[in-house]
């Protein structure tokens, strides 16, 4: 199957990075190998290959490693006790989360509890008037009974429309 | 003391067992190493130390394109390693693993450098070329020329073109899909291709 130079150039850079499959790659090598333009697209990626290789790395020796490595053991602690205290913190990272998830857990439930017993609350204080008003109304009683105007059963109902 | 030696009576001093223990570790493989790291065995964070410093170095050294600020990356990668080793989960090879903290590290001290010195991102253009044009060294235009492209652009022209990466491997240092790494390999070739007509010429 004759290929295309679009179909060829959509492909180049992989073919060139060999990253195409084997049937691929040898379908675009035999178009390079007759199509001059192609050929000249692959020349130039694998010039530019050449070009990036010249970026410059200096070498150092062993001595200057080593002396690198101790500085970034420095920065970050001995190896092993580095590890060891790495492991702890995280493990006290941890336990300071669950702690503080805890307090916001105690600190809902005790405010759920307040606010659902302030009513309850309310009703309790309300109840600590009874005896007053028992005390109040069996004063009335007393008077009202003593003064001979109604009879028990319409004190009864006058007191606590009072109320 | 020679007659104590050829009657097998005399202890023959042999490799020391810092020796040993050295050649042991170089036969060791990454998978290993880490094991003995989590166990808190420092020469086996030394040995990967030793395998990699160089690697990781170039790498670094063409990402952030600045020698002295190299070794203060690679500085911080080996910090990283040391701290992350401890939780390595063996999901991707160490090599793969230590690519990825060298690239982010490299890209984090770029955006780090160019927030110090308040000066934006400036893509390619046409200015730059010339500029870069001027100049005689080769080396040091193909230098000039990295400067122009985007952290993560130069990173996967690097991992390509430099340490010879498959895209999938690009893709799993850099995090990203292997069409995003096609991509921004095309279009750095591009920028390249125009800023470095006559070096790739000669």
Partial sequence: MRITCLFVRSRIERFVDEELSSRASESIRSHVARCSSCKEEVRSLYALRRAVERLRVPRHDDGFWDEQWRAIVAKAGAPGLRLRRLRTAGATARRAIFAGSLAAAAILVVAGAVLITAPDRQQAQSSTYVPYIDFHVSTIDQQVLMGDHFSNAQYVSVSYNGQ | ?202
């Fill in chain 2, 1 to 202: 003391m020679e007659r104590d030696v050829r009657q097998g009576t005399f202890p023959i001093q042999g490799p020391s067992n810092g020796q040993r223990m050295v050649e042991m570790l170089v036969e060791l493989t990454d998978a290993e190493l880490i094991r003995r790291c989590q166990e808190n065995d420092s020469s086996a964070v030394n040995e990967l130390y030793r395998r990699y410093r160089e690697k990781v170095y170039r790498i670094a050294c063409r990402i952030v394109l600045d020698h002295d600020d190299a070794l203060d990356v690679t500085q911080d990668v080996f910090i990283h390693v040391l701290k992350g080793i401890a939780a390595f989960r063996f999901q991707s090879s160490f090599s793969t693993w230590v690519t990825r903290v060298t690239v982010n590290v490299s890209i984090d001290w770029i955006r780090k450098r160019r927030r110090m010195k308040s000066v934006a991102f400036q893509p390619v253009e046409l200015d730059g070329v010339e500029t870069v044009a001027v100049k005689n060294d080769q080396a040091e235009r193909v230098h000039d020329a990295f400067k122009l492209l985007d952290p993560e652009q130069r990173s996967c022209i690097i991992l390509r073109e430099i340490e010879g990466a498959s895209y999938q491997e690009i893709a799993d240092a850099l995090g990203c899909s292997i069409g995003t790494v096609r991509s921004r390999i095309h279009r750095a070739r591009g920028h390249l291709k125009r800023i470095l007509k006559d070096v790739m010429v000669e």
